[in-house]
């Protein structure tokens, strides 16, 4: 079963309230939080902002295709990710945008794809803005959990803040069209896989998709209604606590309706050391993403 936590009571650092969070990061991976302060009017507000994006005729979305670009700022076309190599290609459409470096960033000099500049489409009017600010609050959500995180596992509240100071967040807006009448069973919306950073924070249409390995080996179902969002954690935050956060597989097969989901991937700077505590291993937090970037996104493997 799924928890479903109140952050305002992590916030307030309620005993119950951590205990169940403490549950929920160790064995099953997966939770949903409600009361973050982003109403469901404002999740909805997004969410019709990236309908009208996608629904673009496709020679407008590919002035800010990511293909052009080699890095994961702009539109995806579908199948141009893979995250399960025994299964076919996704056949969603994505837009993606990430933090945007200030000016004396000593990250900027380096070129990094992580950081590459944003690609904004002229239309819908609204969406830069729109979107902009949501990626902003949405940051400032997935940081409160992470401190809340910290306390659970018996750290200071702050011990994770640091880490974040220049974040590899990125913002994602999933189309998930119908699914086709010849998809067969190596086709997805998105195929099996478990996220490769440290937490995602996922906004949903409430429309279902989503399903999730559970401990037992079955898949269950995970519904969100907008303005309660589903949280998951990465590999790098598995083994950057030492296996006390689970890293759980998840996909998307897809249904008989379209639908929407905005995650944001929620990850260190570049040169944080994610390796497991006491370790004298050194893992680049960026290494480590751009490796696994790469050997998912087609269009990166080709350019």
Not at 150 to 163: E, N
Request: hydrophobic fraction near 35%; charged fraction near 25%.
């Amino acid at each position: 079963m799924i928890d479903n936590l109140d952050l305002e009571k992590l916030d307030s650092r309620d005993k119950d309230e951590l205990a169940r969070l403490q549950q929920a990061i160790g064995q099953v991976g997966f939770l949903t939080i409600g009361n973050t302060g982003l109403s469901a009017e404002r999740v909805q507000q997004v969410i019709s902002t990236y309908f009208d994006f996608f629904r673009l005729p496709e020679q407008d979305k590919k002035l800010v295709d990511m293909a052009a670009t080699g890095s994961n700022r702009g539109w995806g076309a579908p199948k141009s990710e893979q995250v399960d190599p025994n299964a076919n290609p996704d056949f969603k459409e994505v837009f993606d945008c990430g933090y945007e470096l200030p000016e004396l960033s000593p990250y900027r000099a380096r070129r990094l794809s992580v950081y590459a500049p944003n690609q904004w489409p002229e239309a819908p009017e609204s969406f830069e803005r729109t979107i902009r600010a949501y990626y902003e609050d949405a940051c400032g959500v997935a940081m409160r959990v992470l401190r809340a995180i910290a306390v659970a596992l018996g750290r200071d509240a702050d011990s994770f803040d640091t880490a974040f100071d220049t974040p590899m967040a990125l913002l994602r807006g999933n189309y998930y069209p119908q699914r086709p009448v010849w998809a067969g069973e190596r086709d997805f919306g998105i195929g099996a896989h478990t996220d490769y950073g440290c937490l995602t924070l996922l906004a949903t249409d409430g429309t279902a998709g989503l399903e999730v390995r559970m401990p037992d080996g079955t898949w269950e179902k995970v519904e969100a209604a907008p303005g309660t969002f589903i949280i998951n954690f990465g590999e790098m935050l598995e083994f950057w606590t030492a296996g006390r956060i689970k890293a759980t597989e998840h996909r998307v097969v897809g249904g008989a309706h379209e639908r929407i989901s905005v995650p944001l991937f929620f990850n260190p700077s570049y040169d944080t050391n994610v390796a497991p505590p006491e370790s004298d291993q050194m893992i680049s937090a960026g290494e480590h993403l751009t490796k696994r970037f790469n050997e998912t996104y087609v269009h990166l493997k080709s350019a």
